[in-house]
């Protein structure tokens, strides 16, 4: 019986309902309800006749298409103030305001009528099925409680989606219908009025209503493909803050100010799969996840992106909230400047009001909330090279030097790790080939005015240094030792009598003949 | 008693040592006389131990025990000392010398590095001369290490290849009062190093920019400099007339100008730079330049011009003639390599020039008699005379120096047909210090004995390729 409810449930949730099946089904699930709810029940069987509705309560749900068989029908009565929240879009055809597009509303309200005995009629079933669990094997009983949360999850969703749709023909509702606004503003508009010797099941259908729209929150409001419009709704419905009348007392082409939760602003998914739950941060991702639940899903039609609705609000320009209490791009801040898009909003908060905890790795100083930003960061970390002594890097080094410039006791900061060798070894390599082929040549010819011993024993004492130093001693000693032989080729060392003659300035002359002794002695 | 006193009383008492210091500064040229003065007694020891400023150790082991003996040192040449390196620098800057320490001389060493540069640039807060020339494997460390010197005065660091322009930058920063630097061949110092050297060291007299891969860029800032009297720009081929022509001030201090081996400069350019250097003195265009007749118009309005050289520039006789038609009087006029001076214009300079000190014609190879003999009519107090391989010169003109040039201190006749005869002439000048009578076929020994017997003050010799030689005299 249950099972079979179960399944119901579910073709419920995926095509329009039949009257006459939910007449059956009502009539089925009687037998289900608590006392209360079948007290209720029959007393509104028994009472078919339509009450007034108070339109201070609740007008939104005035009109109401009633089902040839009426039996949906389930008038409230005001006066008893049974608040009966399945019941609240009952009952209404006489009292149907004709100021505004009555058969969209009678459409609107019949739809939402029985979707709310079907909601009603699940969460008897779970009711039901709660005092049944012991009887039951475990798995089974999880399976089933899936199922029917994911109809409630879809009947829920398409509520509030129709509710929404009502909700900007209630613009020119009387001021005296704002309390019942902001009762709307709850979940479903569920208004509750106190009510005398019902308060306690008014609780308790509160609280019934409230857990529904618990559990229907975090898991998906977008569990079909809704639309934006809807959602803007849906989480402007659920914010518990007063934004009814945002929707309705703007002027006219004036922007509409949206606010969405801190938690749904952090969430880190916001499409979730009706079928099993997994979470997707893009609606694209969920459409390619759907495909693997069934070929229903694999249609063009169902891959699709979904079109924006434009029948509601095609006019009107959506800006939105932070959440953030005192912030400036928070509605009630003095000097309000509203975000555009929700991804706007989502970045503001987290940059604005979480904290930083994405660390870049090549620093290891900057950190950002966002992970966006940590990666345009991370593109241009580190491109700085030329670092002044004030810690100010520069990406050119003639800014730097432009920099050093203009201010007293700035230095350009030197690398630490510099390696002179490293340095040098490429580029004096080659003059080093160059000079130890001229210097076995002209070796040759030095041995044989200077004993072979000395050049030999040169070329070691200086080679001990360091190997790449070898190619560097034969320009030392090239310095030293050629000047007075002038018939030896020196292309590479033309500055040889230059560096001499400003190693001892002012008696060059002198040098270039006695420098030759001086340096053998030096050898020595 | 007589005999007591006149033990107790020592006659060189009296002398203070200011005057013991005054006498050895006149023994300067003289250091035999110097170790004999301090090995006379302990007195004398320690008198000359305290008056000794200027150092050359042979050997960079010994320098501990040497600053023990010489603390008053503020010159240490250690450019024979090729061992010097890190240990020796600490001791230096250890050493009493710390305080004392002027100028150090480090451009034949390579074993030290940055470290012991640093000893010594904190440590010896008075020094204000370094040379660190042909410091092949020192980098911008170690520049950085020697801008801790905060008064240093004068740099070289010639053939420094390493050094770039942030070393550079390091040290116009830090040394602002830096009156030389020399930068020759440090070949990674580009226009930016240059451009802050001058914008921040503003006290610089001396800046030797050559071999460096600059342009006009850095040149504004240099020009700029108040008291800039030596520019060496020499083998700058990054700097053209055009970029020359674009500087809008000259250097109104400048002194000496430098501009050798520039093959994109020519006197265009030449001008624009020196326009308005009222004071320019000296002018070395060798290798470049072509000696026209725009050129030495160029040259027409400095009156303090002294010392021009163009060696080894091609030049047209009109050139070499209009520098005769010069304003200011030249000391020094450099012509070696030009082997297009012929006797003619030659004459016609050195007559307009009387007050020739030096002159250098080396190679010229057309001159002849006739430049011989004016240049000795008209320039009486020349001091240096250069005209190695002048071989078109008879011998007869040798005689006409001798006679004439009564001044003369240098003499360089590599090469030429001079004879005993000249030889004779020559030794009666008598300042004669410096001789060079290389590849001379003609000479003896008799012209020889003449040159020793009267030449009391020659220092230096050349005989290269003597033919005969017997030791006599």
């Known amino acids: ?524 | 008693m007589e005999a007591k006193r006149k033990k107790n009383s020592n006659p060189f008492d009296f002398l203070s040592e200011e005057i013991i210091f005054n006498i050895l500064d006149h023994l300067n040229n003289d250091p035999f006389a110097r170790k004999s003065f301090s090995l006379t007694c302990r007195n004398f020891y320690s008198i000359e131990s305290r008056h000794r400023k200027i150092l050359k150790p042979l050997c960079a082991e010994t320098l501990s025990r040497t600053s023990a003996r010489y603390p008053f040192i503020t010159q240490l040449d250690l450019s024979l000392c090729p061992r010097a390196n890190d240990d020796a620098l600490s001791i230096v800057s250890s050493s009493p010398w710390k305080l004392t320490l002027r100028s150090i001389n480090l451009s034949r060493s390579r074993l030290f590095t940055k470290v012991g540069l640093s000893s010594l640039a904190v440590n010896c807060r008075f020094l204000t001369e370094i040379d660190l020339s042909n410091g092949t494997e020192m980098g911008d460390a170690a520049a950085a290490a020697i801008a801790e010197a905060k008064n240093l005065e004068r740099l070289w660091l010639a053939r420094c290849k390493l050094i770039t322009d942030l070393g550079i930058g390091r040290i116009a920063a830090c040394c602002r009062k830096l009156k030389l630097l020399c930068l020759k061949w440090c070949i990674r110092v580009t226009d930016l190093g240059v451009e802050l050297v001058a914008l921040k060291c503003q006290e610089i007299r001396t800046l030797d920019l050559s071999y460096l891969p600059i342009t006009e860029k850095c040149l504004p800032p240099v020009v700029k400099l108040q008291y800039l009297e030596d520019l060496v720009l020499e083998g700058c081929h990054g700097i053209d007339d055009d970029g020359l022509a674009s500087l809008e001030y000259s250097c109104k201090s400048l002194k000496a100008l430098n501009l050798s081996k520039c093959q994109n400069i020519s006197h265009v350019g030449l001008s624009s730079l020196i326009k308005g250097a009222d004071y320019l003195q000296q002018l070395i265009l060798a290798y470049s330049f072509w000696v026209s007749a725009d050129l030495s118009k160029c040259l027409h309005n400095f009156p303090m011009l002294q010392s021009i050289k163009f060696e080894d520039c091609p030049v047209a006789r009109s050139g070499i003639k209009a520098i005769g038609n010069w304003h200011g009087s030249l000391k020094e006029l450099s012509l070696s390599k030009c082997s297009g001076v012929t006797d003619e214009e030659l004459s016609f300079v050195v007559q307009s020039h009387k007050e020739l000190r030096k002159l250098d014609i080396t190679c010229c190879h057309k001159i002849t008699y006739a430049s011989i003999n004016s240049i000795t009519k008209s320039c009486t107090s020349l001091t240096s005379l250069r005209m190695e391989c002048c071989k078109l010169v008879s011998w007869e003109a040798f005689v006409l120096i001798g006679q004439q040039c009564q001044y003369l201190e240098e003499l360089d006749i590599t090469e030429n047909e001079v004879n005993d005869e000249g030889l004779k002439s020559i030794s009666r000048c008598s300042k004669l210090s410096s001789l060079k009578l290389g590849i001379c076929s003609n000479i003896t020994d008799e012209g020889l004995t003449h040159v020793g017997s009267t030449c009391s003050t020659l220092k230096e010799l050349d005989l290269y390729r003597f033919v005969t030689f017997h030791l006599c005299a």
């Open chain 1, 1 to 524: 019986m249950d099972l079979k409810e179960g399944l119901r449930a579910e073709t419920w949730a995926k095509s329009s309902l039949a009257e006459n099946e939910m007449s059956k089904r009502i009539s089925s699930n009687n037998p289900c309800f608590t006392d209360f709810n079948s007290q209720q029940y029959q007393q509104k069987w028994e009472d078919p006749s339509i009450l007034d509705y108070d339109i201070r309560i609740n007008p939104a749900f005035q009109e109401f298409n009633q089902p040839p068989q009426n039996q949906s029908s389930l008038p409230c009565d005001p006066t008893n103030q049974i608040k009966n929240p399945f019941q609240m879009n009952e009952n209404l055809q006489t009292n149907k305001m004709q100021d505004w597009d009555p058969k969209a509303m009678l459409n609107n309200l019949s739809f939402l009528e029985q979707k709310i005995h079907e909601l009603q009629d699940l969460v008897h079933l779970i009711v039901g099925r709660r005092s049944q669990i012991l009887g039951r094997p475990d798995e089974l009983v999880a399976q089933q409680q899936q199922l029917i949360t994911a109809d409630l999850t879809s009947i829920i969703v398409q509520l509030i989606s129709t509710a929404g749709s009502l909700l900007p023909s209630m613009k020119h509702t009387l001021s005296a219908a704002t309390p019942s606004m902001g009762q709307l503003g709850q979940f479903g508009g569920v208004p509750f009025p106190p009510g005398a010797g019902l308060s306690d099941s008014v609780q308790v259908q509160n609280s019934c209503a409230k857990k529904v729209s618990n559990q229907s929150n975090p898991i998906d409001l977008v569990g079909n493909s809704g639309t934006q419009q809807n959602h803007a709704v849906e989480e402007h419905d659920l914010k518990d803050e007063d934004d009814a009348d945002d929707g309705e007392q703007l002027p006219p082409g004036s922007y509409e100010i949206l606010q969405l939760e801190k938690e749904e602003i952090l969430a880190p998914h916001t499409h979730f799969c009706t079928i099993c739950g997994k979470g997707f941060k893009r609606d694209a991702n969920l459409r390619m996840h759907m495909r693997g639940h069934g070929d229903e899903y694999k249609t063009p039609a169902a891959l699709a992106k979904p079109h924006k609705e434009s029948s509601s609000e095609p006019m009107l320009i959506k800006r939105y909230s932070c959440p953030y209490a005192g912030c400036k791009r928070n509605k009630d801040h003095k000097k309000f400047q509203p975000l555009k898009t929700i991804l706007c909003v989502k970045n503001h908060y987290k940059r604005t009001h979480c904290d930083k905890s994405y660390v870049c790795s090549r620093c290891n100083t900057k950190k950002f909330s966002v992970i966006a930003d940590l990666k345009t960061h991370e593109k241009h970390c580190g491109k700085d090279k030329w670092l002044c002594s004030c810690g100010t890097t520069f990406s050119r080094k003639d800014k730097l030097f432009g920099h050093i410039a203009l201010f007293q006791g700035h230095t350009p900061a030197i690398p630490l790790d510099e390696t002179i060798k490293g340095l040098a070894g490429p580029s004096d390599r080659r003059e080093g080939n160059e000079a130890t082929s001229k210097i076995g040549s002209t070796n040759f010819n030095f041995g044989s005015s200077v004993p072979n011993g000395t050049g030999v024993s040169d070329m070691d004492a200086k080679g001990n240094v360091d190997d790449p130093t070898n190619y560097f001693s034969p320009l030392n000693f090239d310095t030293c030792n050629f000047d007075g032989f002038h018939e030896f080729p020196r292309p590479p060392f033309d500055d040889s009598e230059n560096a001499f003659s400003f190693l001892i300035p002012g008696s060059c002359n002198y040098i270039q003949k006695t420098g030759g002794e001086t340096s053998l002695n030096t050898l020595k």
